[in-house]
């Protein structure tokens, strides 16, 4: 196994069904597996192009974005922070609608004043937990992201947090296409529109937050562990890359 040093972590939210079929069937991949998802018959030609980007991520939300642990810092420190904070949160709703960001499509919240202040406390919450496990970024991440053209307030959370969206720049979204052209996007959106109206009404719940793992450069993005606010965890394809601390007693 590639040592741990290499992996690449991040806290993501989840989408609970009936949001996390929809969204892994139109990404054509499952995060919690791996597993390849077979498209229906209407799925437009396209649809491989535009998923592209959020598919090797896995379906979720950024809460504290995906990077490589600290020298001293080792995978089961990951567990223990996440376990910590979850501990007596309480769960909550979002309202969510297909929304335009820029170039992409995703998720976001919607005419949600509370959720919104929620999902951000608990955004916000991640970063500075698992924070102190954090490698600083290499300057090939840094070059890249400067080159987005970032605007002042995402350069500071960019030198502070190693990655320009937490706290006061940070948007909840769970991307569902990568940047594609307007004509497309337009396309795009009418599709995902239509897939979710069903369950346009309905109020997503959160009430987990789970580990992802990079395990080699390149390579996909998996789940490792979930953590459910009321203590009960469930591993995902990933968990060998995040060591367990359910088990462990102090000395």
């Known amino acids: ?70 020298d001293g810092a080792l995978p089961i420190d990951v567990d223990r922070a996440m376990r910590a904070l979850v501990a007596q949160r309480d769960p909550f709703d979002i309202n969510i609608a297909v929304t335009r960001l820029r170039r992409f499509l995703a998720w976001c919240i919607h005419a949600d004043a509370a959720g919104e202040s929620a999902m951000n ?55 569902l296409t990568g940047h594609i052209d307007t004509a497309e996007l337009d396309d795009a959106e009418r599709r995902l529109v239509s897939l979710t109206l069903p369950i346009a009404n309905l109020r997503m719940p959160v009430q987990a937050l789970a580990v992802y793992v990079q395990p080699e450069p390149g390579t996909a993005f998996v789940v490792a562990r979930e953590y459910d606010f009321s203590g009960v965890t469930r591993d995902g394809a990933g968990h060998a890359y995040l060591p367990s601390t359910a088990s462990v007693t102090a000395p």
Not at 12 to 35: D, H, K, N, S, V
Not at 134 to 160: H, V
């Open 1 to 70: 196994m590639t040592h741990p040093t290499a992996y690449r972590y991040a806290v993501y939210f989840r989408p609970p069904e009936p949001w996390g079929q929809i969204g892994r069937e139109w990404l054509g991949r499952c995060e919690f597996t791996g597993a390849t998802i077979a498209r229906g018959d209407n799925a437009p030609d396209r649809l491989d192009d535009w998923t592209g980007a959020p598919r090797r991520y896995g379906l979720h939300a950024t809460l504290k974005a995906p990077f490589r642990l600290r």
């Open 121 to 175: 406390r608990l955004a916000g919450d991640a970063v500075a937990a698992l924070d102190p496990l954090r490698a600083p970024i290499g300057d090939e991440e840094r070059a890249r992201r400067l080159a987005t053209g970032l605007s002042a307030p995402e350069l500071a959370m960019l030198a502070r947090w190693g990655y320009p969206y937490a706290f006061d720049t940070f948007k909840f979204h769970i991307s």
